[in-house]
């Protein structure tokens, strides 16, 4: 596709699941970001990849949370256990490189996440 | 560490008056500056950014900002809006010199753009 694919685009779960979110960078772009927006909470950053380099998880909030990245391109986010307060909307960005100054990061359209 | 603070959460305004979003920052090294915008159900899309050089920077449908130093603010500006803009606002920060692209976000600004 074009653009940067993310799915599902909602996703309605009961606490205590697991839930998988997937992401599908633009071909050809080695770096890849998810980041997280809530209520009250704004956008945070949570984990990058970038190319074959160890991830930078340093924003996951809890050990409930972790991400892979496949083959270097497709990235699924896993959440274990959900809770309430996970609910949000998943953002996953991707560019060709790291350097904000010569690569744009192009957005997803998000995972809404809903945790009954 | 970087931060960003963006003073409103919602801002209305007629359509065809001018507007101001205001970003604050703080960091302790070199920044880049960037405002994003989301539209219903969409992703974020770049509108400009702030690297180095002029302070002033222009960006698409008509937005402006300007980077000011002294003050760490970065306020998006539009001399005349349109309804289509209605939109939420994100002023982010990433480090300068070595960054990884990651992007510390402001909490956002709703622009509402009233007929």
């Known amino acids: 596709g074009a653009g940067v694919s993310q799915s599902p685009s909602n996703k309605v779960t009961e606490k205590g699941k697991d839930v998988e979110l997937r992401c599908d960078p633009i071909?050809?772009?080695?770096?890849l970001y998810w980041y997280r927006q809530s209520l009250g909470q704004g956008l945070e950053f949570l984990i990058y990849?970038?190319?074959?380099?160890?991830?930078?998880k340093s924003g996951l909030p809890s050990d409930r949370f972790s991400a892979e990245r496949t083959g270097g391109s497709v990235s699924t986010l896993t959440i274990q256990r959900t809770q309430q307060e996970d609910s949000a909307v998943y953002l996953c960005?991707?560019?060709?490189?790291?350097?904000?100054?010569?690569?744009?990061?192009?957005f997803g359209a998000g995972t809404r996440l809903s945790v009954l | 560490a970087q931060s960003v603070t963006q003073l409103d959460s919602q801002v209305p305004v007629f359509e065809e008056a001018p507007v101001e979003l205001r970003c604050n920052y703080s960091s302790s090294v070199s920044v880049y500056l960037f405002w994003y915008v989301q539209y219903p159900n969409q992703g974020l899309q770049l509108l400009l950014k702030?690297?180095?050089?002029?302070?002033l920077v222009k960006g698409i449908n008509g937005f402006e900002a300007e980077f000011n130093k002294s003050q760490t603010s970065f306020h998006l500006r539009k001399p005349s809006v349109h309804i289509s803009d209605t939109a939420e606002y994100f002023c982010?920060?990433?480090?300068?010199?070595?960054?990884?692209?990651?992007?510390?976000f402001g909490q956002g600004t709703t622009l509402q753009v009233k007929p």
């Open positions: 960005a991707s560019s060709l490189a790291t350097d904000i100054a010569k690569n744009i990061q192009y």
């Open positions: 071909s050809g772009h080695t770096a």
């Open positions: 702030y690297l180095s050089g002029s302070t």
């Open positions: 990849f970038q190319g074959n380099s160890a991830p930078d």
């Open positions: 982010a920060v990433s480090r300068g010199s070595g960054n990884t692209g990651k992007l510390i």
